[in-house]
């Protein structure tokens, strides 16, 4: 297994490559993993940049002391995948954040459709947007990422609309779709934009203007995936398609 993945700021080192790991990514290395003196770790600050580290010591319950000589940027993959996830019900908007970043999405972006139950507004829309980030934040440690997949604001039908037509590859999962996703022509580099819709499915009014903007609608397998794992199996055929799983 891979060394255990911990969040900083910064990798600004004192003398000898000395890093103090302290806070809560202190206390979890700490008190949670019990990390030990010669044991490996991964420092990162979620954006590309990353170190390999040796744990030399411990301090109190907080603090891990470890060995950082060099910081290595993890170039950003090619091409990328964003997901337009529509706003599931309850807790499952987490569980698609999860396994998403799990298989590697690089951009989330949560989308108001239509038929969405749920409706982030005030409050209630600021704190899942804080809960969707934390999410892609830890499942992005779990599964030993160094560059954390962003989570961007909720955006409307309009905002999405223009977000297909700026593609080099823009699909909808639909079942009116001719084409199996399996077979579809990817580009090797640029962006690839995936709209999952919600429980209710895509109206066809957006329907409409997702294909205006150039975004085809394709279907997965004759099974019907729920919105919370449908852009997880998606995401899967298009990261081992496009070689980035190779």
């Keep these: 297994m891979t060394a255990p993945v911990f969040v900083v700021e910064h990798f600004d080192a004192g003398g000898g490559g000395r890093y103090v790991l302290d806070g809560p990514e202190g206390r979890h290395a700490v008190s949670v993993k019990r990390l030990r003196p010669g044991e490996d770790v991964v420092l990162t600050d979620g954006a590309g940049r990353w170190a390999d580290c040796v744990v030399l010591d411990t301090e109190g319950k907080d603090r891990l002391i470890v060995q950082l000589d060099s910081v290595t940027e993890e170039p950003p993959e090619e091409p990328r995948v964003t997901v337009v996830q529509a706003l599931p019900k309850g807790d499952r908007g987490e569980l698609a954040v999860e396994t998403m970043t799990e298989v590697g999405v690089d951009t989330i972006v949560p989308w108001a459709a239509a038929r969405c139950i749920t409706q ?77 819709g919600p429980e209710g499915g895509v109206a066809p009014e957006e329907l409409a203007l997702f294909e205006g ?25 298009l990261l081992a398609r496009t070689g980035r799983w190779s």
């Design 120 to 196: 982030w507004k005030g409050d209630r829309g600021l704190k899942a947007l804080g809960k969707w980030r934390a999410t892609a934040r830890e499942a992005g440690k779990q599964s030993r990422r160094v560059r954390f997949p962003e989570v961007t604001e909720a955006a409307t039908t309009k905002q999405v609309a223009a977000l297909l037509a700026g593609a080099d590859f823009a699909a909808v999962l639909h079942e009116s779709g001719d084409e199996p996703l399996a077979t579809a022509e990817l580009p090797s580099s640029g962006e690839i934009v995936l709209v999952v």
């Design 213 to 237: 903007a150039g975004a085809k609608p394709y279907r997965l397998g004759r099974s019907v995936l729920r919105t919370s794992t449908a852009g997880t199996a998606a995401a899967a055929v």
